[in-house]
């Protein structure tokens, strides 16, 4: 039974969400690995990984004012076409150039174009949705989004190591269309905004305004984006390196069993998002700003506990299990803080702005992540 307050159109829009995300994170995890598998450097794969990040912190801004100007409906069915067009080129390339420049440029316009494509995402969440039940919408997109993280690195993990690399591009491709096709039935309120000069003087004037709403109007916006930013420089980006580096190389594992292993370990680590986005929305209510610090501090001793695991135990599969476990736990806490955070973000700013200020809010959490990825690639290197 469809839940009171959501919408026909929110629905497709999390739907079309389930298939876009699963090719998007299959694509995500199989061209690091390949990667990986092909150079055996740590570096490489971190440097690759952080790089990746920095168009989709530049785009991420643009997208927002995109978000706020053009019809997201338009946006999010170009930019999923986009991207299956990338993925058949990459494919077609693959073989015929060096693996490690063609990976990264694919993986940076990759990154991009979701830059560009989730202020869209999020912009039409507070549309669709009453307010009422907004932290409970943003629970559910969420929620079904780490649903299809969590079956994209499984199904990506098994596709991979039995097949290759192959069968992974023609599913992600066919994801992308699929959701394309999805979207165009999407109807999304659209008030188009007056131009306020050409379009470098109205992005100027669109960021400008943006700014003064989060640092003037509402500093609080920016002083919890901070706090977003340190969880990701010290504790989401050292998963995102450790995880697939520890695992595949530093465990003891057949190549095979590794890769078959780290699918798994994406899975537990995308279970611990799907879980943290259920109790955000079980306990909406009751959750208020104050509690991020306790997140924080709880996270924190998540990765101590890894810490313990990896010094204490013997047994590679052992310290497999405990690690990935408190992966889950730790991603299972950060994803109750964001969405507790999204949420108040969208119920303090203006339909209007909400576009431009979710994007930037989202890139200065995510500023961090590739600097903690560079450090970590070379500790680990």
Same mark, same amino acid.
């Given at each position: 039974?469809?839940?009171?307050?959501?919408?026909?159109?929110? =629905?497709?829009?999390?739907?079309?969400?389930?298939?876009?995300?699963?090719?998007?994170?299959?694509?995500?995890?199989?061209?690091?690995?390949?990667?990986?598998?092909?150079?055996?450097?740590?570096?490489?794969?971190?440097?690759?990984?952080?790089?990746?990040?920095?168009?989709?912190?530049?785009?991420?801004?643009?997208?927002?004012?995109?978000?706020?100007?053009?019809?997201?409906?338009?946006?999010?069915? =170009?930019?999923?076409?986009?991207?299956?067009?990338?993925?058949?080129?990459?494919?077609?390339?693959?073989?015929?150039?060096?693996?490690?420049?063609?990976?990264?440029?694919?993986?940076?316009?990759?990154?991009?174009?979701?830059?560009?494509?989730?202020?869209?995402?999020?912009?039409?969440?507070?549309?669709?949705?009453?307010?009422?039940?907004? =932290?409970?919408?943003?629970?559910?997109?969420?929620?079904?989004?780490?649903?299809?993280?969590?079956?994209?690195?499984?199904?990506?993990?098994?596709?991979?190591?039995?097949?290759?690399?192959?069968?992974?591009?023609?599913?992600?491709?066919?994801?992308?269309?699929?959701?394309?096709?999805?979207?165009?039935?999407?109807?999304?309120?659209?008030?188009?905004?007056?131009?306020?000069?050409? @379009?470098?003087?109205?992005?100027?004037?669109?960021?400008?305004?943006?700014?003064?709403?989060?640092?003037?109007?509402?500093?609080?916006?920016?002083?919890?984006?901070?706090?977003?930013?340190?969880?990701?420089?010290?504790?989401?980006?050292?998963?995102?390196?450790?995880?697939?580096?520890?695992?595949?190389?530093?465990?003891?594992?057949?190549?095979?069993?590794?890769?078959?292993?780290?699918?798994?370990?994406?899975?537990? @680590?995308?279970?611990?998002?799907?879980?943290?986005?259920?109790?955000?929305?079980?306990?909406?209510?009751?959750?208020?700003?104050?509690?991020? @610090?306790?997140?924080?501090?709880?996270?924190?001793?998540?990765?101590?506990?890894?810490?313990?695991?990896?010094?204490?135990?013997?047994?590679?599969?052992?310290?497999?299990?405990?690690?990935?476990?408190?992966?889950?736990?730790?991603?299972?806490?950060?994803?109750?803080?964001?969405?507790?955070?999204?949420?108040?973000?969208?119920?303090?700013?203006?339909?209007?702005?909400?576009?431009?200020?979710?994007?930037?809010?989202?890139?200065?959490?995510?500023?961090?992540?590739?600097?903690?990825?560079?450090?970590?690639?070379?500790?680990?290197?």
């Amino acid at each position: 039974m469809k839940p009171t307050g959501f919408s026909k159109d929110f =629905i497709l829009v999390v739907t079309g969400q389930i298939i876009s995300i699963f090719g998007n994170q299959i694509i995500r995890y199989a061209l690091p690995l390949y990667l990986l598998n092909q150079t055996a450097s740590s570096a490489l794969f971190g440097t690759i990984s952080a790089l990746a990040f920095i168009p989709m912190l530049l785009l991420y801004p643009i997208g927002g004012i995109l978000a706020d100007r053009l019809n997201k409906k338009h946006i999010m069915v =170009i930019l999923d076409l986009c991207t299956a067009i990338l993925i058949f080129l990459f494919y077609t390339l693959e073989g015929r150039v060096y693996i490690g420049p063609l990976i990264g440029i694919t993986m940076m316009i990759l990154y991009g174009i979701q830059g560009a494509y989730q202020p869209a995402v999020q912009a039409s969440i507070p549309v669709l949705v009453k307010p009422e039940y907004l =932290i409970q919408g943003n629970s559910v997109v969420n929620t079904v989004t780490s649903l299809s993280g969590m079956m994209g690195p499984v199904i990506g993990g098994i596709l991979y190591s039995i097949f290759g690399l192959t069968p992974v591009l023609y599913v992600s491709t066919g994801c992308y269309f699929i959701s394309a096709i999805m979207e165009m039935f999407i109807r999304i309120p659209y008030e188009k905004q007056q131009a306020k000069g050409n @379009i470098f003087i109205t992005g100027f004037s669109d960021l400008k305004e943006s700014f003064h709403f989060m640092f003037n109007e509402t500093p609080v916006l920016w002083k919890v984006s901070l706090l977003c930013s340190a969880m990701g420089l010290f504790l989401t980006s050292l998963m995102l390196i450790a995880v697939p580096v520890l695992i595949t190389q530093r465990m003891g594992f057949e190549p095979d069993t590794a890769n078959r292993l780290y699918g798994y370990a994406q899975g537990v @680590i995308a279970a611990g998002a799907i879980l943290g986005g259920v109790i955000a929305g079980i306990f909406s209510k009751k959750l208020q700003p104050q509690t991020g @610090i306790f997140i924080f501090a709880d996270s924190g001793l998540t990765v101590l506990s890894a810490g313990f695991a990896l010094h204490f135990l013997h047994g590679s599969m052992g310290t497999y299990i405990l690690l990935i476990a408190a992966c889950g736990l730790l991603v299972t806490l950060s994803t109750v803080f964001q969405i507790q955070i999204l949420s108040y973000v969208q119920l303090l700013t203006p339909t209007e702005l909400t576009g431009k200020v979710l994007s930037f809010v989202i890139c200065i959490c995510m500023c961090t992540l590739p600097v903690g990825q560079v450090i970590y690639g070379f500790v680990f290197e």
